[in-house]
């Protein structure tokens, strides 16, 4: 198993994380700020199962053992006295060999990518002879989307719409709104894209575009007042957007800004995993700054296992999820924050209809699905709408998703389609079923 850990944090709040690689011994540094380093070991961890304690690599054993044949003895002459009784199991024992052989071949073609994008740190890990090639196609994919989609950039496809107020937007962006209204409607208006005046308020725009992140988050600042956020909220409505999927025209309401920052990422693994499919590859793993997404198994044929960060970081992970062709995307108020002049933090994740942090209870939210994009939107929205607001909307759309609930008081929630996919050595988690 490929395991990050905390080496040293010194007095400026850099980061050591050490990388074990169980086959060569090799340890690895990569230094980095405080907050790339929860952002590298992610929201989401990933628990990928390259090699593991007991030396395996995908559960293939990577110490060489001799592994005589049946019906054959040591000195190369048929041993008939077996060879009628254990004919079969040779045959077996074969096949069984050339299988590993098979598996540990495709592990040798595990080629890996760690880079900036988005605001966050990204790897990216595919299993491919050409894997390097496939990883340039993926970081360029991703790159192409990023400059489409920040706000912070005022020549992109975004931040002239919201200059102009209206404008005819391309394949890509076309798909992330209609894909956003769908999720405004199925959650009620937790999540909603005109929230950018509002981010704007509280001057979290400023810190996703900024790459230095530490010194921002605690750097004290001026919080909004009401009448401030009350205007910026009067610009929140997603339903008055003006909007044709068929020819791309969009029409804003007056004042409205998009922002497509809590969604962008899903969509961003989503290409890429269709991607990968395109270019033959069919085992791949992703984490975009804690989106996780899986492509088909691991080598060996199991499933990948993926764990969930604890938020209160007591615990390296709260719960493992045993996943195949899914993104397992998670949210919390402990990922970006800001401090105010009050000495109070502020999390990101804005209630679009108060204009203030959300504050409903609780602490980590976790969607799985086949869907990286419908992922990413629903982790945020199911932690705007709380506990039980999350449990409604999953039993309106049992098919289309699950949850990994985490409350204020330790308490967990899992919905019931992943009740045998999940499990968690720190809690006791209660099942959500359908009715």
Request: glycine letters at 10%; one cysteine or more; proline letters at 3%.
């Amino acid at each position: 198993m490929k395991k990050w850990s905390i080496f040293r944090v010194n007095s400026v709040k850099k980061v050591i994380l050490v990388q074990h690689l169980p086959f060569t011994g090799v340890i690895k540094y990569m230094r980095c700020r405080k907050s790339f380093a929860a952002l590298a070991l992610a929201a989401v961890l990933t628990v990928t199962g390259c090699g593991t304690a007991n030396g395996t690599a995908g559960g293939v054993k990577t110490n060489t053992e001799s592994e005589s044949v049946p019906g054959t003895d040591s000195r190369g002459g048929e041993n008939t006295g077996t060879a009628g009784r254990d004919g079969g199991a040779a045959a077996e024992n074969e096949s069984e060999s050339s299988a590993k052989t098979a598996v540990k071949a495709r592990e040798k073609d595990i080629h890996e990518r760690t880079i900036f994008a988005m605001t966050t740190v990204m790897s990216l890990r595919v299993y491919h002879p050409d894997g390097e090639a496939i990883l340039d196609k993926a970081e360029e994919e991703i790159r192409r989307i990023e400059s489409l989609f920040s706000t912070g950039n005022p020549e992109s496809e975004i931040a002239k719409i919201n200059a102009d107020g209206e404008g005819k937007l391309g394949a890509d962006a076309v798909q992330l709104l209609d894909k956003s209204l769908s999720i405004y409607e199925m959650t009620n208006g937790a999540f909603d894209i005109t929230i950018y005046p509002v981010m704007r308020a509280w001057g979290f725009t400023e810190l996703y575009d900024d790459e230095n992140l530490i010194e921002k988050e605690n750097t004290p600042v001026d919080i909004p007042d009401a009448a401030a956020l009350a205007e910026a909220v009067s610009l929140v409505d997603s339903s008055a957007i003006e909007f044709d999927p068929q020819t791309g025209e969009v029409r804003l309401p007056e004042g409205s800004e998009i922002d497509f920052g809590g969604i962008a990422k899903g969509y961003a693994a989503q290409r890429v995993i269709g991607l990968f499919e395109e270019m033959g590859v069919s085992s791949a793993m992703l984490d975009l700054g804690g989106n996780v997404q899986v492509l088909g198994t691991k080598p060996n044929g199991k499933d990948w296992k993926v764990g969930i960060r604890d938020p209160a970081g007591e615990h390296t992970v709260i719960g493992v999820i045993a996943c195949r062709d899914r993104a397992v995307v998670t949210s919390g108020g402990y990922e970006r924050y800001i401090t105010g002049k009050d000495g109070k933090t502020y999390h990101h994740i804005i209630d679009p209809k108060t204009g203030y942090p959300a504050e409903n209870g609780l602490v980590s939210v976790s969607i799985v699905c086949d869907d990286g994009t419908l992922a990413d939107g629903l982790s945020t929205a199911l932690y705007v709408l709380g506990k039980d607001g999350a449990a409604e909307c999953w039993r309106e759309h049992p098919d289309l998703f699950d949850a990994v609930l985490l409350t204020k008081d330790g308490k967990m929630y899992i919905t019931e389609g992943i009740e045998d996919d999940f499990a968690s050595d720190v809690y006791d988690a209660e099942v959500i079923r359908r009715a």
